[in-house]
């Protein structure tokens, strides 16, 4: 017996999400220490703050969430400088995408972004049956010309990632502002920007601007990274009130949980953690970068929480003998970069571990 799925469900290729620990645990037998640095992750661990606000409501899980977000948006509104009638918020921010999806996409429609992309925008068109574009990224950089370019009558979402994941470069703020000011009307942009906070350069468009000036832009962050809650499932959009009110049509009741709003609301006010955070990447970035630069290891200079790296290894050969001695990364192969390997920066014991397996595997 079975079910027909619809055409274009067929043609979905799952997310594969970075390997967790337990599994690999399960999978080699070891009870040593396995280190994920696979989905970016932060390494400090959740905000004390948001850990002290879920014991408090740990008993209400009984309880739904408050439908509305009404606190956690009120905290957005103040952190962001926007009205809660412009956010919107999501369990994960790949909720946001595929919902927006949903709701603005026929198969007559076109969604374009690039191919070195995070992988949910081309999951979300595909499976409502759009038109898909992927355009070749330049520089290691999306290459707003030639998506402009390729924007035609049947566009309907363009979706860039600034930083892009998995590339972990940025678009300078003059890029975007001109972009985001050539798209006809009638097209919403998806700006997901999930490492804004990892961004130390200036040069970085104010995406908030865009929705205050009332484009169709589609602004996403997230949770998961910075404020180490990916566990929690807390995302949101940020748009003009017509896309949101658009948006939330497709959205299921109680999507966002009673504990992770309470945990992000704490985990935005936690100031200490943030830069505790940044601090500690900072000082992970320079130690792999230097390491990679002692090794002459070709990296991509990244402006995230994440590296990624080639060396004379194929990416997924690499990438199963660091899993053989406990350390989780993420091959590259299906962004079409089968030569890449995306490592998470961790903690300095992590990164140590990290460089020191690496050696040992390339010295072979
Ligand atoms: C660019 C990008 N957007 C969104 C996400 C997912 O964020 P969330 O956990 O909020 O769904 C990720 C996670 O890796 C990402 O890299």
Same mark, same amino acid.
């Given at each position: 017996m079975s079910v027909k799925p619809r055409e274009a469900t067929k043609k979905v290729k799952p997310y594969i999400p970075g390997k967790p620990i337990e599994e690999l645990k399960r999978e080699l037998g070891i009870t040593e220490e396995i280190l994920k640095l696979? *989905?970016?992750?932060?390494?400090?661990?959740?905000?004390p703050k948001a850990l002290e606000a879920i014991k408090e409501s740990i008993g209400e899980t009984y309880l739904y969430p408050d439908d509305e977000c009404f606190y956690l948006k009120r905290g957005l509104s103040k952190h962001l400088g926007v009205n809660a009638e412009n956010l919107i918020v999501g369990n994960g921010s790949v909720e946001l995408i595929l919902i927006a999806s949903m709701v603005y996409l026929t198969p007559d429609d076109e969604f374009i972004m690039g191919?070195?992309?995070?992988a949910l925008g081309k999951i979300s068109a595909t499976l409502m049956g759009a038109i898909f574009t992927g355009i070749t990224e330049k520089d290691y950089t999306h290459d707003l010309n030639a998506i402009r370019d390729a924007? *035609?009558?049947?566009?309907k979402i363009i979706y860039i990632d600034n930083p892009c994941n998995p590339l972990g470069t940025k678009l300078s703020r003059k890029g975007i502002e001109d972009f985001v000011n050539s798209i006809p009307d009638g097209i919403l942009i998806i700006l997901d920007e999930a490492y804004y906070e990892f961004v130390r350069d200036e040069d970085f468009p104010d995406s908030i601007k865009f929705v205050k000036e009332n484009k169709n832009v589609f602004v996403l962050r997230t949770?998961?990274?910075?404020?180490?809650l990916a566990a929690l499932r807390i995302g949101y959009g940020i748009a003009p009130p017509e896309i949101i009110s658009t948006i939330r049509k497709a959205r299921l009741p109680f999507n966002a949980n009673r504990l992770g709003q309470i945990a992000a609301l704490a985990a935005l006010k936690d100031e200490e953690h943030i830069q505790r955070t940044l601090k500690i990447n900072e000082e992970g970035e320079t130690y792999i970068t230097k390491e990679f630069d002692k090794m002459g290891i070709f990296y991509i200079p990244t402006c995230t929480n994440f590296i990624t790296f080639k060396t004379e290894l194929d990416g997924i050969t690499l990438f199963a003998e660091l899993q053989k001695r406990g350390i989780i990364v993420r091959p590259l192969k299906n962004y079409g970069i089968p030569e890449f390997i995306r490592v998470t920066i961790g903690n300095k014991h992590q990164n140590q571990r990290f460089i020191k397996t690496l050696k040992e595997i390339l010295a072979k």
């Open positions: 696979a *989905s970016n992750e932060n390494p400090v661990g959740t905000s191919d070195q992309s995070f924007v *035609s009558e049947k566009t949770f998961s990274k910075i404020y180490g």
